[in-house]
């Protein structure tokens, strides 16, 4: 404890600044934070980390790697924080011991975040140091797609746990009505994607719903009426098997996720389907067994 007290000292007395830069430097203790993302329209990624104070240790916090602006470490009352930095790749902040309950280190990565052809793209390393890392998206951001895995927002945001995130989005994403009509039922079935759907097809007897992809490597979402076609969904392309994300669910419509990686017909079947008859089939067939069976306990009752 002296001798990481005296190495702080030395360099606060080295510089006349509240920061100093070094090659080699491993001290203080793992970081007790939280780490908040928020990505703007543009790309650029607005970053704080929420550090729990130590009044007897320094800390050692990683930044996520990128080319940052608009850096500060300050207090819960947005006073200068006395800092060292360890500059590498990623950077480390080391945070003298306080008695600070909170320490915010904040800063941006300007355009993090690529648009390509459509699509929001960012592989993002989990600092080594914090167990997760918390996700807010720009408006009108319905879907994330995480390492090829749909995530349904709802107007939230994501918490992320684990490495490396492949994370891609699409703002404001196109969705594309479709009636699809059986007997006397009439169902409207929403696909969300980047891609020109050419036609589409619902086959009651093979329980299948199918639509046509022109655009490999797009990601797809159908939310389709549960009274339609309801599951266990198995999806394919092309008749292969494709890996089908049921992502979200609201009582009404389920939301199912794709990605092909060809174009073609994808087809999404399902174990259950509207039945053969309408609805008051199957009531009035009921009502004639009942009167039949009353009838014939009548017809056989004992006379007395």
């Known amino acids: 404890m002296k001798q990481i007290l005296s190495i702080l000292i030395i360099l606060s007395l080295l510089v006349s600044s509240s920061e100093v830069s070094a090659q080699q430097l491993t001290v203080g ?10 990505i703007d329209k543009n790309g650029t990624a607005h970053v ?3 550090v729990q104070g130590n009044s007897y240790f320094p800390v050692h916090v990683e930044t996520i790697s990128g ?3 608009n850096f500060s470490v ?19 902040i ?35 140091d914090a167990p997760f890392t918390d996700f807010y998206f720009p408006d009108k951001t319905d879907t994330i797609w995480d390492n090829d895995r749909p995530v349904y927002l709802n107007g939230h945001g994501i918490r992320e ?32 994607t980047l891609s020109d759907i050419k036609k ?11 639509i046509d992809i022109a655009k490999p490597n797009s990601f797809v979402t159908v939310i389709m009426p549960q009274s339609m076609l309801g599951g266990k969904y198995v999806t394919h392309i092309n008749n292969n098997h494709l890996l089908t994300n049921v992502f979200h669910k609201n009582g009404t419509h389920t939301w199912i996720g794709v990605r092909p990686s060809t174009n073609g017909t994808v087809q999404i079947i399902g174990t259950t389907v509207i039945p053969e008859f309408p609805e008051f ?7 004639i067994i009942i009167l039949v069976f009353q009838f014939r306990t009548r017809l056989f009752w004992p006379l007395n």
């Open 29 to 38: 203790e793992k970081s007790n934070e939280d780490i908040q993302v928020r």
């Open 48 to 50: 704080i980390h929420i």
């Open 67 to 69: 080319n940052m602006t």
């Open 74 to 92: 300050i207090d819960s009352d947005n006073n200068i924080v006395q800092y060292f930095s360890i500059q590498k790749i990623p950077m480390t």
């Open 94 to 128: 080391l945070i003298p011991p306080s008695g600070r309950n909170i320490t915010l280190i904040r800063y941006d990565l300007p355009n993090t975040v690529s648009l390509n052809d459509g699509v929001w793209q960012w592989k993002y390393l989990t600092p080594s």
């Open 161 to 192: 746990y684990g490495d490396v995130m492949r994370l891609e989005y699409i703002i404001d994403e196109p969705q594309v009505l479709q009636d699809t009509h059986w007997q006397n039922y009439t169902f409207t079935v929403a696909v969300r």
């Open 200 to 210: 589409y097809a619902f086959d009651q007897q093979s329980m299948q719903y199918s």
């Open 281 to 287: 089939v199957p009531l009035f067939i009921g009502i």
